[in-house]
Each structure stands twice: as C-alpha cells, then as structure tokens.
T-cell receptor, first 109, second 116 residues
Framework: QKEVEQDPGPLSVPEGAIVSLNCTYSNSAFQYFMWYRQYSRKGPELLMYTYSSGNKEDGRFTAQVDKSSKYISLFIRDSQPSDSATYLCATGGYNKLIFGAGTRLAVHP | KAGVTQTPRYLIKTRGQQVTLSCSPISGHRSVSWYQQTPGQGLQFLFEYFSETQRNKGNFPGRFSGRQFSNSRSEMNVSTLELGDSALYLC???????????????FGQGTRLTVV
C-alpha cells in the first residue's frame, strides 16, 4: 500500500464546475499537507499549504484536511480552462515529504 | 524575488556517462531537496540537503549523489547512466527543511534528462 493514494484520473469537467480532488494517506504522524499544480513540462507550483485539520481558502481554491480519517481534499470553484493541469497532493512529517501520483484535470469550455 | 533555478533545462546523455545537475534555491532558503519524476512512478524523493549536510535519502542506488555548497546551491550527480534514469529531475527549496518540519517547498522548472 502506498503511503499517499491519489486517483490519477483523468478528470474532465465543464467550465464553471466545482472540482473535488482527493488523497488519502496512511501515516497518522504526517503533520503538514500541500497541494501543487503542475502544467505540462513545468515544475510543480505550490497552491496550498496547511498543517492542521479543517479548511483553508485561497480565492477559488479550498484545501480541506481531516486527520481523523487521513483524508485531504482540494476544491476548485468556478473552474476555468486555465486550471487544466495535474494536481499533486503532498504530505509528510519528520524526515519525509511524500507525493501522490497526481490527478490530471481537464476543464473544457 | 527570484525563484528556484535549475540548470540545464534539457540534457541528452548516452548510457554509461555521468551527469551533473545544478539547483540554486530561493535566497535565504537553506534546504534543497531533489526529486525524480517519471510517468510511471510519479515524484520520488532522492535526497535533502540542509546547511551542506545530507539529512535524508530516498531509496535510490548509490549512483545518485549530491552535495550542497555554502551558498546553499546544490548539485546532483548521476554516474553510469542507465536508460531508466530518463526523467524530469526537480529540486525544491524551503526555509526549514524536511527534518525540522518543512515550511512550503518551492520547485524549480526541472531538468529533463534523456538517456539514449
């Protein structure tokens, strides 16, 4: 079993839809959680960073962490074609930072 | 504020050769981590350096090595290249580093290595 599980998709949605991206992790010692966006042939870009359970909002993006169920989510409201990318979750604790496989998202006009 | 800079952006090498990749972190960041990204395996952690010391290492063979200089710039070396080493190599810089509880990690654009 991988330490971080993420459905690779692809996920295809119409413009304006609400997108939900999810990851599960296995180690309750993991303390911090990040979401990255990666466009084709580019490095990952940090979208959200949090270290506690609950919600964190930044514009159209909301990161949600539920430590009791080891579940992390990223919601994108009013999705745009420019949101088409691969989204990677990452989590870790002492000595480790582990990435999910990435979910490929396509937002079509 | 300049971001993370990786050079070169593209490399083509033949099997058996060695290669050195460079990463300049964000000014003030002392931690540099290296990752290998392939379609099949995703992002895999290679190693992390903090203040010129390797603090963490992933599950890669000894052909993969690195170092960090006093100005926090880091290099990664791969010796005796194999076809399977073809990948996007990414470095990430952060203030605190993984071992002390990492703050946000920022990535460079990567070096795309092709081994033929």
């Amino acid at each position: 079993q991988k330490e971080v599980e993420q459905d690779p998709g692809p996920l295809s949605v119409p413009e304006g839809a609400i997108v939900s991206l999810n990851c599960t992790y296995s180690n309750s010692a993991f303390q911090y959680f990040m979401w990255y966006r990666q466009y084709s042939r580019k490095g990952p870009e940090l979208l959200m960073y949090t270290y506690s359970s609950g919600n964190k909002e930044d514009g159209r993006f909301t990161a949600q962490v539920d430590k009791s169920s080891k579940y992390i989510s990223l919601f994108i409201r009013d999705s745009q074609p420019s949101d088409s990318a691969t989204y990677l979750c990452a989590t870790g604790g002492y000595n480790k930072l582990i990435f999910g496989a990435g979910t490929r998202l396509a937002v079509h006009p | 504020k300049a971001g993370v800079t990786q050079t070169p952006r593209y490399l083509i090498k033949t099997r058996g050769q060695q290669v050195t990749l460079s990463c300049s972190p964000i000014s003030g960041h002392r931690s540099v981590s290296w990752y290998q990204q392939t379609p099949g395996q995703g992002l895999q952690f290679l190693f992390e350096y903090f203040s010129e010391t390797q603090r963490n290492k992933g599950n890669f063979p000894g052909r993969f090595s690195g170092r960090q200089f006093s100005n926090s710039r880091s290099e990664m070396n791969v010796s005796t290249l194999e076809l399977g080493d073809s990948a996007l190599y990414l470095c990430a810089s952060s203030l605190a580093g993984i071992a002390t509880g990492v703050t946000e990690a920022f990535f460079g654009q990567g070096t795309r290595l092709t081994v033929v």
